[in-house]
């Protein structure tokens, strides 16, 4: 389901607040490269809100398929502003791209 060069697509609707590559800064939200697997609130110089800090998780793929279906609903107090990905098609690409931006990509289930 979905495909990273789609995700690629897909994410430049994320561009304008996250950067996605290897020494990328953070934006208005947190850079994400190494996004997937790392802890919930793990870039140590952003300023995340207190429900991502008190979160405690990782960012699994089940993760980041329910933060970005409704981030405000997953994780609720969240500064993410963004409504969310309703295709599950969308959102599973999007975490295939993100996965593929990091030093040691996790396998796919």
């Known amino acids: 389901l979905g495909s990273a060069e789609s995700g690629k697509k897909i994410f430049k609707k994320c ?22 697997g790392r802890k919930v609130a793990g870039v140590t110089d952003y300023k995340y809100s207190k429900a991502l800090v008190a979160y405690k998780k990782d960012w699994t793929f089940e993760e980041l398929n329910g933060f970005l279906l409704k981030p405000a609903k997953w994780i609720k107090g969240t500064k993410m502003a963004y409504a969310g990905l ?17 030093d040691s990509p996790i396998p796919l289930p």
């Open 15 to 36: 561009v304008a607040c996250h950067s996605v590559v290897k020494g990328g800064k953070n934006k208005i939200g947190p850079a994400l490269y190494n996004v997937v």
């Open 86 to 102: 309703k295709k599950e098609e969308d959102r599973a690409s999007i975490i295939k791209y993100l996965n593929q931006n990091s």
